[in-house]
C-alpha cells in the first residue's frame, strides 16, 4: 500500500496544475496505483476477519476504512476530470497547430504580394529552411537566390513554402481524428476502471459501517444471568 502510494506521489512531480496532460498523467498513475491499494486493503481485512479479537488490529484498520469511502470518491471524480482534461489538451494542440498553419499563409500571401527585396529578406529571414536561420548567433545572411530577379526570388520561395504548408494541413487532417478516437478509447476504458474501483472503494466502507453498528448492537444488547 506504502509502495503503490510512493508511486502515486512521485506521479505529481513536477506539479504542473494547469496544465490538461499532467492531470491526464496523474489520473493514468491514480488509476494504476489505486487497484494495488485495492488488493492492500483487502488482505488487511482477511487479516482482521481471520483475527477477529485482535482489537489493535481493528483500531489500526479503522481509519483505512474510512478513508476508502473518500478514495472511491477521488475514482468518480476522475471521470469528469478526464474528460475535461482530455478535451482541452485536444483544443490546445489543434490549436497551435493551426496557429502554426496559419503563420504559413499569411507568408506565403506576404510573398506573392511582395514588391521588393526587403519583404522578401523579412519574410526568407523567419522560414526555418533558409540558411540564416543555420546559426542564430551570427548576423543573418541573406541566401544566393535573394540576389536573383524578384518573381524569380518569389516563385522559388513559394516552391519552397507550398509543400510545408500542404504537408502540415494533410498531418493536421490525419492527427485529428486519430486523437480524438484514443481519447474516446482511453475515457472509456478509464471510465469504467474509475467506477469498479470506486464501487469496490465504497463496498468497504459499507462493510466497515456495517461491521460497527453490528459490534455496538451486540455491545449494548442486555445481558440474561
Known amino acids: 500500500m506504502f509502495a503503490s502510494l510512493n508511486s502515486l506521489v512521485f506521479s505529481l512531480l513536477p506539479l504542473q496544475l494547469t496544465s490538461p496532460d499532467w492531470l491526464l498523467r496523474v489520473i493514468n498513475a491514480l488509476l494504476a496505483n489505486s487497484l494495488q491499494l485495492l488488493v492492500g486493503i483487502l488482505v488487511l481485512l482477511v487479516a482482521r476477519v481471520l483475527n477477529g479479537r485482535d482489537l489493535k488490529l481493528a483500531k ?3 481509519w ?5 469511502r473518500w478514495w472511491g470518491i477521488l475514482l468518480l471524480l476522475t471521470i469528469p476530470l478526464q474528460i475535461h482534461a482530455g478535451t482541452t489538451s485536444i483544443e490546445e494542440r489543434e490549436a497551435r497547430e493551426n496557429q502554426n498553419i496559419l503563420q504559413m499563409r499569411q507568408r506565403l500571401e506576404t510573398i506573392k504580394n511582395a514588391n521588393d527585396q526587403s519583404q522578401l529578406r523579412r519574410v526568407g529571414a523567419n522560414l526555418p529552411s533558409l540558411p540564416s536561420l543555420l546559426s542564430p548567433a551570427s548576423p543573418p545572411t541573406p541566401p544566393p537566390h535573394l540576389e536573383s530577379p524578384l518573381p524569380v526570388i ?5 516552391a519552397d513554402l507550398n509543400p510545408k504548408l500542404n504537408a502540415a494541413q494533410k498531418e493536421h487532417l490525419r492527427r485529428k481524428p486519430e486523437r480524438w478516437h484514443s481519447f474516446f478509447a482511453d475515457a472509456i476504458r ?4 474509475a467506477g ?15 461491521v460497527k453498528t453490528s459490534t455496538h448492537s451486540q455491545a449494548s444488547a442486555p445481558t440474561h444471568s
Do not use: V
Not at 478509464?190 to 476502471?193: A, E, P
Not at 469498479?196 to 456495517?210: N, Q
Open 64 to 68: 483505512i476504512e474510512k478513508s476508502a
Open 154 to 158: 518569389k516563385d522559388r520561395m513559394i
Open 60 to 62: 489500526r484498520l479503522a
Open 196 to 210: 469498479l474501483l470506486a464501487t469496490a472503494f465504497l463496498k468497504i466502507t459499507k462493510y466497515h459501517y456495517k
Open 190 to 193: 478509464n471510465g469504467i476502471q
